[in-house]
Protein backbone atom coordinates (compact mmCIF):
# COMPACT_ATOMS: atom_id res chain seq x y z
CA UNK A 1 0.00 0.00 0.00
CA UNK A 2 1.12 3.28 -1.21
CA UNK A 3 1.41 6.07 1.06
CA UNK A 4 0.83 9.72 -0.01
CA UNK A 5 3.53 11.28 -2.20
CA UNK A 6 3.87 14.75 -2.64
CA UNK A 7 6.28 16.71 -5.11
CA UNK A 8 7.86 19.00 -5.05
CA UNK A 9 9.89 18.65 -1.99
CA UNK A 10 10.89 22.25 -1.86
CA UNK A 11 10.24 25.48 -4.11
CA UNK A 12 11.47 28.97 -4.03
CA UNK A 13 9.15 31.67 -6.02
CA UNK A 14 9.27 35.22 -5.99
CA UNK A 15 6.05 37.60 -5.01
CA UNK A 16 4.05 37.30 -8.11
CA UNK A 17 4.46 34.39 -9.56
CA UNK A 18 2.45 30.90 -9.85
CA UNK A 19 2.80 27.49 -8.01
CA UNK A 20 1.59 24.11 -8.54
CA UNK A 21 2.05 21.29 -6.03
CA UNK A 22 0.59 17.55 -6.49
CA UNK A 23 -0.11 15.05 -4.86
CA UNK A 24 -0.56 11.19 -5.04
CA UNK A 25 -3.03 9.87 -2.86
CA UNK A 26 -2.95 6.74 -0.82
CA UNK A 27 -4.04 3.51 -2.62
CA UNK A 28 -7.67 3.16 -1.96
CA UNK A 29 -8.34 6.78 -1.15
CA UNK A 30 -10.86 8.83 -3.29
CA UNK A 31 -10.91 12.04 -0.76
CA UNK A 32 -7.90 14.66 -1.36
CA UNK A 33 -7.20 17.51 1.24
CA UNK A 34 -5.01 20.39 1.42
CA UNK A 35 -3.66 22.24 4.33
CA UNK A 36 -1.22 24.88 4.93
CA UNK A 37 1.25 24.62 7.60
CA UNK A 38 2.98 28.36 8.88
CA UNK A 39 6.16 28.37 10.72
CA UNK A 40 4.73 27.43 14.54
CA UNK A 41 1.33 26.94 13.62
CA UNK A 42 -1.03 24.32 12.83
CA UNK A 43 -2.30 22.64 9.40
CA UNK A 44 -4.61 25.03 8.19
CA UNK A 45 -7.64 23.71 6.18
CA UNK A 46 -7.55 24.91 2.33
CA UNK A 47 -9.93 22.97 0.67
CA UNK A 48 -10.74 19.12 -0.20
CA UNK A 49 -11.86 17.46 -3.29
CA UNK A 50 -13.97 14.69 -4.04
CA UNK A 51 -15.01 13.19 -7.10
CA UNK A 52 -13.06 16.06 -9.35
CA UNK A 53 -15.01 18.71 -7.21
CA UNK A 54 -14.38 20.82 -4.71
CA UNK A 55 -16.32 19.52 -1.39
CA UNK A 56 -15.57 22.21 1.28
CA UNK A 57 -13.30 25.30 1.39
CA UNK A 58 -11.50 26.99 4.51
CA UNK A 59 -10.68 31.01 5.02
CA UNK A 60 -8.69 31.21 1.77
CA UNK A 61 -8.70 33.43 -0.82
CA UNK A 62 -9.91 32.48 -4.54
CA UNK A 63 -6.35 32.59 -5.93
CA UNK A 64 -5.99 29.29 -3.91
CA UNK A 65 -7.23 26.61 -6.29
CA UNK A 66 -7.37 22.83 -6.72
CA UNK A 67 -8.26 19.88 -9.25
CA UNK A 68 -8.64 16.46 -8.95
CA UNK A 69 -8.05 14.21 -11.58
CA UNK A 70 -9.85 10.70 -11.87
CA UNK A 71 -7.08 8.67 -10.62
CA UNK A 72 -7.33 10.86 -7.40
CA UNK A 73 -4.18 12.59 -7.35
CA UNK A 74 -4.68 16.34 -7.17
CA UNK A 75 -3.22 19.56 -7.54
CA UNK A 76 -2.97 22.77 -5.61
CA UNK A 77 -2.64 26.10 -7.40
CA UNK A 78 -1.19 29.50 -5.73
CA UNK A 79 -1.66 32.46 -8.15
CA UNK A 80 -0.11 36.07 -7.37
CA UNK A 81 1.89 34.51 -4.79
CA UNK A 82 2.50 36.36 -1.45
CA UNK A 83 5.30 36.47 1.27
CA UNK A 84 2.46 35.11 3.40
CA UNK A 85 2.44 32.22 1.33
CA UNK A 86 5.27 30.67 2.74
CA UNK A 87 4.44 27.84 3.99
CA UNK A 88 4.44 24.34 4.49
CA UNK A 89 1.34 22.85 2.18
CA UNK A 90 0.26 18.95 3.10
CA UNK A 91 -1.99 16.74 1.23
CA UNK A 92 -3.92 14.46 2.97
CA UNK A 93 -5.91 11.60 1.26
CA UNK A 94 -9.19 9.44 3.09
CA UNK A 95 -11.68 6.83 2.01
CA UNK A 96 -14.88 8.24 1.79
CA UNK A 97 -16.23 5.09 2.38
CA UNK A 98 -16.21 5.45 6.08
CA UNK A 99 -19.19 7.27 7.15
CA UNK A 100 -19.78 8.88 10.15
CA UNK A 101 -17.90 11.59 12.24
CA UNK A 102 -16.67 8.73 14.50
CA UNK A 103 -15.15 7.15 12.41
CA UNK A 104 -12.09 6.17 10.52
CA UNK A 105 -13.55 9.18 7.78
CA UNK A 106 -11.67 11.44 9.82
CA UNK A 107 -8.30 10.10 10.10
CA UNK A 108 -6.27 11.82 7.64
CA UNK A 109 -3.11 9.83 5.42
CA UNK A 110 -0.57 13.30 4.92
CA UNK A 111 2.19 13.45 2.59
CA UNK A 112 5.47 14.86 3.51
CA UNK A 113 4.76 18.17 1.94
CA UNK A 114 6.20 20.43 -0.06
CA UNK A 115 7.56 23.90 1.29
CA UNK A 116 7.27 27.10 -0.21
CA UNK A 117 9.42 29.48 0.16
CA UNK A 118 8.06 33.21 -1.22
CA UNK A 119 10.70 35.79 -2.17
CA UNK B 1 -10.83 32.09 16.46
CA UNK B 2 -8.97 29.00 16.74
CA UNK B 3 -11.54 26.50 17.84
CA UNK B 4 -8.68 23.79 19.47
CA UNK B 5 -5.72 25.54 21.85
CA UNK B 6 -2.40 23.80 23.02
CA UNK B 7 -1.08 26.47 25.30
CA UNK B 8 2.31 25.20 25.60
CA UNK B 9 4.59 25.23 22.42
CA UNK B 10 7.23 22.69 24.34
CA UNK B 11 7.70 20.26 26.51
CA UNK B 12 11.20 18.54 27.90
CA UNK B 13 10.86 15.45 29.94
CA UNK B 14 13.74 12.76 30.89
CA UNK B 15 13.88 9.35 29.31
CA UNK B 16 11.10 6.93 31.51
CA UNK B 17 9.59 9.32 32.78
CA UNK B 18 5.77 10.53 31.86
CA UNK B 19 4.93 13.21 29.25
CA UNK B 20 1.43 14.89 29.14
CA UNK B 21 0.17 17.34 26.58
CA UNK B 22 -2.63 19.18 26.94
CA UNK B 23 -5.19 20.09 24.54
CA UNK B 24 -8.65 22.71 25.00
CA UNK B 25 -11.51 23.23 22.83
CA UNK B 26 -14.11 25.58 22.67
CA UNK B 27 -17.02 24.05 20.65
CA UNK B 28 -18.87 21.88 22.70
CA UNK B 29 -20.53 20.24 19.84
CA UNK B 30 -17.53 18.45 19.15
CA UNK B 31 -17.18 15.17 19.55
CA UNK B 32 -14.54 13.16 18.31
CA UNK B 33 -10.79 14.28 18.96
CA UNK B 34 -7.38 12.44 17.17
CA UNK B 35 -3.69 13.37 17.90
CA UNK B 36 -0.96 13.38 15.06
CA UNK B 37 2.72 12.91 15.88
CA UNK B 38 5.00 14.97 13.34
CA UNK B 39 8.58 14.43 12.64
CA UNK B 40 10.50 17.27 10.88
CA UNK B 41 10.53 16.52 7.18
CA UNK B 42 7.58 14.33 7.51
CA UNK B 43 3.92 14.74 7.45
CA UNK B 44 2.04 14.10 10.72
CA UNK B 45 0.70 10.61 10.87
CA UNK B 46 -2.17 9.91 13.07
CA UNK B 47 -1.44 8.29 16.52
CA UNK B 48 -4.83 8.19 18.68
CA UNK B 49 -8.05 9.34 18.79
CA UNK B 50 -11.34 9.56 21.38
CA UNK B 51 -14.96 9.39 20.89
CA UNK B 52 -16.80 11.80 23.62
CA UNK B 53 -18.61 8.85 24.77
CA UNK B 54 -16.01 7.78 26.18
CA UNK B 55 -13.47 9.12 28.65
CA UNK B 56 -10.55 7.26 28.09
CA UNK B 57 -8.45 5.57 25.32
CA UNK B 58 -5.42 3.54 25.75
CA UNK B 59 -3.14 2.48 22.97
CA UNK B 60 0.38 0.55 24.39
CA UNK B 61 2.18 3.83 25.88
CA UNK B 62 -0.43 6.12 24.95
CA UNK B 63 -3.38 7.18 26.74
CA UNK B 64 -5.69 10.13 26.00
CA UNK B 65 -8.17 11.08 28.35
CA UNK B 66 -11.18 13.58 27.86
CA UNK B 67 -12.93 15.99 30.21
CA UNK B 68 -15.93 17.50 28.37
CA UNK B 69 -17.19 19.41 31.33
CA UNK B 70 -13.90 21.37 31.19
CA UNK B 71 -13.60 21.15 27.58
CA UNK B 72 -10.15 19.82 27.72
CA UNK B 73 -8.23 16.85 26.73
CA UNK B 74 -4.67 15.38 27.38
CA UNK B 75 -2.36 12.59 25.78
CA UNK B 76 -0.17 10.68 28.42
CA UNK B 77 3.04 8.57 27.19
CA UNK B 78 4.49 6.06 29.27
CA UNK B 79 7.13 5.68 29.32
CA UNK B 80 8.52 7.94 27.32
CA UNK B 81 10.88 7.22 24.85
CA UNK B 82 13.54 9.65 22.45
CA UNK B 83 11.77 8.12 19.62
CA UNK B 84 8.44 10.28 20.85
CA UNK B 85 10.02 13.78 20.71
CA UNK B 86 8.45 15.10 17.75
CA UNK B 87 5.45 17.78 17.13
CA UNK B 88 2.26 16.39 18.72
CA UNK B 89 -0.87 18.10 17.45
CA UNK B 90 -4.47 18.25 18.88
CA UNK B 91 -7.34 17.87 16.15
CA UNK B 92 -11.07 18.10 15.96
CA UNK B 93 -13.37 17.73 12.70
CA UNK B 94 -15.25 20.21 11.57
CA UNK B 95 -16.87 18.18 8.38
CA UNK B 96 -16.30 15.39 6.87
CA UNK B 97 -12.40 14.31 6.85
CA UNK B 98 -12.04 17.77 7.47
CA UNK B 99 -10.23 18.82 10.52
CA UNK B 100 -9.17 21.76 12.39
CA UNK B 101 -5.62 21.52 14.70
CA UNK B 102 -4.29 23.36 17.73
CA UNK B 103 -0.62 24.98 16.74
CA UNK B 104 0.83 21.49 18.28
CA UNK B 105 3.38 21.09 21.83
CA UNK B 106 7.25 20.17 20.71
CA UNK B 107 8.00 17.28 22.96
CA UNK B 108 11.34 16.53 23.59
CA UNK B 109 12.68 13.09 25.21
CA UNK B 110 15.70 13.34 26.78
CA UNK B 111 18.49 10.13 27.29
Known amino acids: ETGVTQSPTHLIKTRGQQVTLRCSSQSGHNTVSWYQQALGQGPQFIFQ???????GRGNFPPRFSGLQFPNYSSELNVNALELDDSALYLC??????????????????FGAGSRLTVL | DQQVKQNSPSLSVQEGRISILNCDYT??????FLWYKKYPAEGPTFLIS?????DKNEDGRFTVFLNKSAKHLSLHIVPSQPGDSAVYFCAAPVGYSTLTFGKGTMLLVSP
Open chain 2, 50 to 54: ISSIK
Open chain 1, 92 to 109: ASSDSRFQGANSGANVLT
Open chain 2, 27 to 32: NSMFDY
Open chain 1, 49 to 55: YYREEEN
